[in-house]
């Protein structure tokens, strides 16, 4: 039978930090200036996880993360939002997570773990009830000496894909993407999708809120055109519609 979940099991003792030094702590300093603007600019949440004192030191106003709370309830929570706003069932993948995610760290070499992120996509309750798939991508920016995680950012946004799980990691400045594979529990190493010159043209004018005959007429083709390379952007990526398109783009830095 498997161990009912606590809150001490999503700080994986293989980066326990039990104390830093004046060199580590002096990097922390004005570091959540940025973050805030960042945060106020964007439509995604933000949050910031302290692996020291094993909690939030930092959550955004944006509703799709707060489940209903403000963001100061959040911070207060800490970890206790994911045992109230978590199905059971994605509970017991976000410990599987961080179980494969730091076996992948490990043999990561120390001078280049700050410059993988991973990502997966969960449940979340909202207010009503109602469970919404989001995506969920965690990045370390300060690491200790011995290249242990002290704090990370965490960016969400809505998912595009249909389940949850799609664990991914990938290095800053690479063209491959590790996927862990959860029926074989293994990671599997592919290449990045690549977009087209004109498939991106078309996403970023599609953010902009431009129609297909917009599209059209700013790109100088016709509108059978834009529909054909939707079409095929659709089946490359998976997905069943331009929002979906939309996102999945953004979420995996293809626009």
Same mark, same amino acid.
């Given at each position: ?14 980066? /326990? ?20 603007? +960042? #945060?106020?600019? &964007? ?11 094993? =909690? ?11 489940? =209903?709370? /403000? ?9 206790? +939002? ?17 179980? $494969?995610? %730091? ?13 993988? /992120?991973?990502?997966?996509? +969960? ?17 370390? $920016?300060?690491?200790?000496? &011995? ?16 389940? #949850? ?27 990045? $999708? ?12 599609? &953010? ?11 790109? +100088?083709?016709?509108?059978?055109? $834009? ?6 952007? %659709? ?7 331009? &929002?979906?398109?939309?996102?999945? #783009? /953004? ?5």
């Amino acid at each position: 039978m498997m161990k009912e979940p606590d809150l001490n099991s999503f700080f994986d003792s293989r980066n /326990t930090i039990d104390g830093l030094t004046d060199e580590e702590r002096v990097q922390k300093n004005n570091y959540l200036e940025p973050i805030k603007a +960042f #945060a106020r600019a &964007t439509y995604t949440s933000i949050y910031v996880i302290d692996y020291l004192e094993q =909690g939030f030191e930092f959550v955004s106003d944006n509703p799709l993360f707060l489940c =209903g709370n /403000t963001a100061e309830e959040v911070l207060e929570m800490g970890y206790a +939002f994911y045992f109230k706003h978590v199905p059971s069932i994605d509970l017991e993948l976000l410990l599987k997570i961080n179980s $494969v995610g %730091f076996d992948f760290y490990e043999k990561i070499p120390l001078n280049e773990r700050i410059l993988y /992120t991973i990502s997966y996509d +969960f449940h979340l309750k909202n207010q009503e009830g109602k469970l919404i798939l989001i995506n969920q991508k965690l990045t370390p $920016v300060f690491l200790t000496n &011995t290249g242990k995680i002290w704090k990370a950012i965490c960016i969400i946004s809505l998912s595009s894909e249909r389940k #949850a799980g799609n664990i991914k990691i990938h290095k800053n400045g690479e063209n491959k993407v590790y996927n862990y594979n959860l029926d074989k529990d293994h990671w599997e190493e592919s290449k990045k $999708v690549s977009l087209s010159k004109r498939e991106k043209e078309i996403l970023q004018l599609s &953010t902009r809120g431009f129609t297909i005959n917009e599209i059209a007429d700013e790109i +100088f083709v016709s509108p059978d055109t $834009v529909k054909f390379h939707r079409r095929k952007l %659709f089946e490359r990526l998976e997905v069943t519609s331009i &929002t979906e398109a939309i996102a999945y #783009a /953004t979420n995996n830095k293809l626009i």
